[in-house]
């Protein structure tokens, strides 16, 4: 059975900083990755899409990282701003997923001090 | 502006009552998605649909029931039989394709009390 982590559950920075949020899974038959935003009681904004060929994609001051052997992927965000708060979720599709359907990491609650 | 609708935003029902959540979209998507977010947890799926008139379970399916009559239109109906209604519920929609993401609506949140 496929398990996403994300951990830590919350990050507090201040703003200018760097920062990695970290995502875990424990079946590496994947077909895709996928990072969402999700602002308070908002719906979910896609970020990026990393296939399971790739090894990374780049957004503006987001890069996010994909390892399939070693069950993670990173992303990245420079610069941060306080505009960055939110929570952040990963979610991968397994290759034997006939329907797409994704598995949700518990997300990552970022907040960005001025 | 293409996108998904989903509506209403906020919803409050009577325990015992079903209730209808609306979802629609203009991206011209075969697959769509009910998923349902509690607090501090992930998505969990309800159900899918890759194709007009045929619908598959999720991992969370009991006491939700859906229809897929048009392309564009998936709505999901929470009915007395869900022993824990109240959550925020997330439309979602993709392209047909190994490669396309999916793309979420605004969500409804339901409240029954």
């Known amino acids: 059975k496929q398990e996403v982590t994300q951990i830590p559950a919350a990050l507090s920075v201040p703003e200018g900083e760097n920062l990695v949020l970290n995502c875990s899974f424990t079946d590496s038959a994947i077909y895709n990755l996928q990072w969402f935003r999700q602002d308070p009681g908002k719906g979910l904004t896609s970020l990026l899409l990393?296939?399971?060929?790739?090894r990374e994609q780049t957004s503006g001051r987001l890069n996010a990282s994909l390892d399939k052997s070693s069950g993670r992927s990173t992303l990245y965000i420079a610069a941060s701003q306080p505009g960055d708060s939110a929570t952040y979720l990963c979610?991968?599709?397994?290759?034997?997923?006939?329907?797409?359907?994704?598995?949700f990491g518990q997300g990552t609650e970022l907040s960005v001090k001025p | 502006d293409g996108g998904i609708t989903q509506s209403p935003k906020y919803l409050f029902r009577k325990e015992g009552q079903n209730v209808t959540l609306s979802c629609e979209q203009n991206?011209?998507?075969?697959?769509m998605y009910w998923y349902r977010q509690d607090p501090g947890q992930g998505l969990r799926l309800i159900y899918y649909s890759q194709i007009v008139n045929d619908f598959q379970k999720g991992d969370i399916a009991e006491g939700y029931s859906v229809s897929r009559e048009k392309k564009e239109s998936f709505p999901l109906t929470v009915t007395s039989a869900q022993k824990n209604p109240t959550a925020f519920y997330l439309c979602?929609?993709?392209?047909?394709?190994?490669?396309?993401?999916?793309?979420f609506g605004p969500g409804t949140r339901l409240t029954v009390t």
């Open positions: 979602a929609s993709r392209r047909q394709g190994d490669a396309y993401e999916q793309y």
């Open positions: 990393i296939q399971s060929s790739q």
């Open positions: 979610a991968v599709r397994r290759i034997d997923n006939q329907g797409g359907k994704l598995i």
């Open positions: 991206l011209n998507h075969d697959a």
